[in-house]
């Protein structure tokens, strides 16, 4: 298995641009999880869905951000406006079975 | 409110020796909690798990005990090796699903 991927792996934009993260979670994952992680803040989990069903968005910042999952193999974040506070790593994460969480690659995201 | 602390930022210990780190949480009954590895540039790794009424778990070179008394996990390496240098993240599961990640701790091992 390619294990989960995301994309892309490196995003810059401007300010008040919208950026779209994107991520495939591992064939017959029923559960997936976006974090976002700053060194000021640690890995703090954003949202998460359950059979494409989003569970718990409390944690996504404010109504700029918004995920979706439109089936079982793909996810979107999406952030619009961008802000520099939004600046981070942004991870997808998905479980199957078990609670163990398989983490994908990050995307880097830095807003000028 | 909830919380979740990791002993320190960083920890330099000599290679050979066994590296012990500390995750502490606060208001928080966790039904089980796990350790993952990550290295820089990339992605949380799955270590180990371990649950309430378990008191102990061991994998190879690596040990994870739970104590939900004192609120309190340790995770140590033995034999540690530079290869094990990396940051090391607890993260506790309460009955609500509800996952929270410590902030890690940055091991080095140094030859």
């Known amino acids: 298995d390619a294990g989960v991927i995301q994309s892309p792996r490196h995003e810059v934009t401007e300010m008040g641009q919208e950026v779209t993260l994107r991520c495939k979670p591992i064939s017959g994952h029923n559960s997936l999880f976006w974090y976002r992680q700053t060194m000021m803040r640690g890995l703090e989990l954003l949202i998460y869905?359950?059979?494409?069903?989003?569970?718990?968005d409390s944690g996504m910042p404010e109504d700029r951000f918004s995920a979706k999952m439109p089936n079982a193999s793909f996810s979107t974040l999406k952030i619009q406006p961008s802000e520099p506070r939004d600046s981070a790593v942004y991870f997808c994460?998905?479980?199957?079975?078990?609670?163990?969480?398989?983490f994908g690659p990050g995307t880097r995201l830095t807003v000028l | 409110s909830q919380k979740i602390e990791q002993n320190s930022e960083a920890l330099n210990i000599q290679e050979g020796k066994t590296a012990t780190l500390t995750c502490n949480y606060t208001n928080y009954s966790p039904a089980y909690l796990q350790w993952y590895r990550q290295d820089p540039g990339r992605g949380p790794v799955f270590l180990l798990l371990i649950r309430e009424n378990e008191k102990e778990k061991r994998k190879e070179r690596l040990k994870v005990t739970f104590d939900t008394t004192l609120k309190q996990s340790l995770f140590h390496i033995t034999a540690s090796q530079p290869a094990d240098s990396a940051t090391y993240l607890c993260a506790l599961y309460s009955s609500a699903s509800k996952i929270i990640f410590g902030s890690g701790t940055r091991l080095s091992i140094r030859p």
């Open positions: 869905f359950n059979n494409n069903v989003p569970i718990d």
């Open positions: 994460a998905s479980t199957g079975l078990t609670d163990t969480q398989y």
